[in-house]
């Protein structure tokens, strides 16, 4: 049955669906040429272009996509023009450290900032310049509904298990929204076709708001080398096949060369889906793990990110003197602090943390007037009713419990809900015995890696943990996050089951140092080795090895919409002409014509499989010529296909994949599994 999706993405990436409105042409960027000759401005109508030799001039470089820009941006204080600045904090300028050095890193991406129109073009060539970053300027419906509503209520909830079953629980499958979505992604793969020079380039695309973009990439060029990463969880099969858009947003991701994950998990629900969805089936080989894709083989990477060493230490060199540390030794002296840092979210299990808290205070009142849970939320990123509910029941669970336990000048949960900066945060890491993470759902969740690197300290100062002696750390971790398989020393557990986390809280705050200290050193020896550099270095040679052979294959682009792919073969492959191969059949004095049945005498879609009359006409014009051999292949049963093509008196049949053979209608069949 056809599905009811979006199915026709050139008219939709033109702007040809109701209510969305075309972006302003704008000027466009120059980009690098290193052959000679004419680049043209590839409007949509061009075909895909390609080449079969590469530069003469190679430079590396990659283009890093993502949905937003590793700046910040800040309006002047006349109210004239806009200041920026790099994001420290952001994963794709931090990943930097993990390439070659002599690579020169463009990135395309958005601005946080609603930049007016008329300096759209100024703001674009400042960014080029100073910060070799192209922005995207999405028009204010377009990303409306792109971010806050395909993305963050409806991919997110369900990438994180979370199904609409009713209008008012999570976001129901919108077709504006989709629409929105790849209208969005158009816009992002332009700025890509803008600066890119497809021969020498490497892509690197990030995370669920883009993956479509490479369908629109590989449209434009064959032989384009590019990578996938998702940093959200990808949901089972189960979950996934609700999505109204599954296989076009499969295919579409089939068009990287490599698709990159947390974990293992995750890979293999993607991999499941395409089984599932598509029919395609991974193969392993040598430790890689790669989907035959019309000749082209798409890897699939499992590699965690990790943190940034280098900046976490230079934080932790001058939280040793700030005074935020003393401050909250003071404030915290004589009491076991457990420390959570999450985003308001309604996947991240604040609540079910707060009341594993009231549980070990109850279970074990030992702790009571001890044990304090400092809670650190980040400001939420997206919006809705879900997420207002759970708001309100973290603020309730805080009163009651500090209703409840709390005492003068003790207050068992202190709830800070506001931006902490990457500083302060590690001096809340420094005075804590135990992080926890409750989150019922998580990609990665870098917490934990914080944590250890802040309690270890920096080696030659005066230790962040307030003690030159041996370092120690506690980890409790849900079970459903990206990092928890990485963490072994950490106690894991069903953040459903309140009772079991409080007594995981409890175990971990309990242990003796000597365990904490073992814990803690294997954890320290993971993180410090497998940081963010170690990542990205790691994926950019699984790149290039996927892409080693791209110049060396023939490649032709098919289909439309997201049926679009590129098919892959040999050098050596010619394709067939029609004028040569009428020529050699007249030439020829003796044909076999092997004919394979469904898909070829008849279309697969067929619901009826019986020959009709012209078909059989057919068979017979060729089977009439004496130079001609005639054979229909098959894997359906003999009696089936004996009666089907009983009046072709002279067709052969090789009938269940050949296991039973006939001549002609006038020989009997002949049993070829028997034979020796």
């Known amino acids: 049955m056809m599905s009811r999706s979006y199915t026709n993405l050139l008219d939709l990436a033109s702007g040809n669906f109701p209510a969305m409105g075309q972006p302003r042409e704008r000027k466009r960027l120059p980009r690098v040429m290193t052959v000679p000759g004419v680049i043209s401005e590839l409007d949509d109508d061009v075909a895909s272009v390609t080449s079969d030799v590469p530069s003469s001039v190679v430079q590396d470089r990659i283009i890093i996509v993502g949905n937003q820009l590793p700046v910040k941006a800040k309006r002047r204080p006349d109210n004239k023009g806009w200041s920026f600045s790099w994001d420290e904090d952001s994963l794709l300028l931090q990943l930097k450290d993990g390439l070659p050095e002599e690579m020169e890193v463009l990135y395309v991406g958005s601005l946080r900032a609603d930049i007016d129109l008329s300096e759209q073009d100024d703001v674009s060539q400042v960014l080029l310049d100073k910060f070799k970053c192209v922005p995207a300027f999405l028009p204010p ?35 504006s929204l989709w629409e929105a979505y790849v209208a969005a992604n158009k816009i992002f793969s332009q700025r890509v076709i803008e600066v890119i020079n ?175 849970l400092v809670q650190i939320t980040n400001p939420a990123r997206g919006r809705g009713r879900d997420l207002e509910e759970v708001q309100a029941e973290i603020q309730e669970s805080c009163r009651r419990i500090n209703e409840t336990f709390g005492r003068p000048g003790y207050e068992p949960v202190v709830f800070i809900d506001r931006p902490v900066s990457l500083s302060e945060r590690s001096a809340y890491f420094t005075i804590a015995e135990c992080v926890v993470v409750a989150a019922v759902r998580d990609g990665m969740n870098l917490t934990p890696y914080e944590y250890i690197v802040c309690r270890q300290g920096v080696s030659g100062s005066e230790s962040s943990s307030g003690s030159s002696g041996p370092k120690k750390s506690m980890l409790v971790v849900s079970e459903f996050i990206g990092c928890s398989p990485s963490l072994s020393g950490a106690i894991r557990v069903n953040p459903w089951n ?109 619901i009826n499989k019986t020959p009709n009359q012209e078909v059989i006409s057919i068979i017979n014009t060729l089977c009439s010529d004496v130079k001609n051999t005639v054979f229909v292949v098959s894997g359906r049963g003999r009696d089936s296909l004996g009666k089907w093509f009983d009046p072709c008196k002279k067709l052969g049949i090789a009938a269940e994949h050949g296991y039973f053979m006939r001549w002609s209608v006038d020989e009997d069949w002949e049993n070829c599994g028997q034979r020796n």
């Not at 377009?142 to 609409?164: A, D, E, N, R, V």
Request: glycine share 6%.
């Open 498 to 606: 309140i009772e079991a986390t409080a007594e995981a809280m409890n175990e971990a705050i309990s242990m003796a140092d000597s365990e904490k200290q073992l814990r803690h050193e294997k954890h320290y020896r993971y993180v410090s080795t497998h940081d963010v550099a170690y990542w990205s270095r790691s994926f950019y040679q699984d790149m290039e090895r996927t892409c080693k052979d791209h110049f060396r294959r023939r490649c032709w682009g098919i289909g439309l919409s997201f049926g679009f792919r590129v098919v892959a073969l040999d050098p050596n492959f010619k394709k067939l002409n029609i004028d040569q191969i009428e020529s050699a059949y007249i030439k020829s004095k003796n044909r076999a014509i092997l004919l394979d049945y469904d898909g070829t005498v008849m279309p697969q879609t067929t």
């Open 141 to 175: 419906d377009i990303l409306s509904k792109f971010y806050h509503g395909f993305c963050k209520q409806y991919l997110w909830p369900l990438f994180h298990y979370m199904l609409p079953i009713s209008g008012n629980h999570g976001g129901r499958f919108d077709r």
């Open 198 to 372: 497809p021969e020498d380039d490497y892509v690197w695309i990030h995370d669920y708001h883009l993956m479509v973009l490479p369908t629109f990439l590989r449209r434009r060029f064959n032989r384009l080398r590019m990578g996938f990463f998702l940093h959200s969880p990808f949901p089972s099969s189960e979950i996934y096949r609700t999505l109204p858009v599954r296989e076009e947003i499969l295919k579409a991701l089939l068009n990287s060369d490599l698709i990159g994950f947390h974990t293992f998990d995750y890979a293999r629900h993607f991999l499941s889906c395409c089984s599932r969805m598509l029919g395609l089936e991974y193969q392993s080989k040598r430790g890689y793990i790669g989907l035959e894709y019309y000749g082209r083989t798409v890897g699939i990477k499992i590699m965690p990110v990790g943190i940034h060493m280098g900046q976490i230490q230079s934080v932790l060199k001058l939280a040793d003197k700030d005074w935020r540390v003393e401050e909250l030794k003071q404030q915290f002296e004589g009491k076991t602090v457990l420390l959570g840092v999450d985003d308001m979210d309604i996947f991240k299990g604040v609540n079910l943390k707060l009341l594993a808290m009231e549980q070990l205070l109850k279970q074990h009142p030992k702790w009571q007037r001890r044990a304090v």
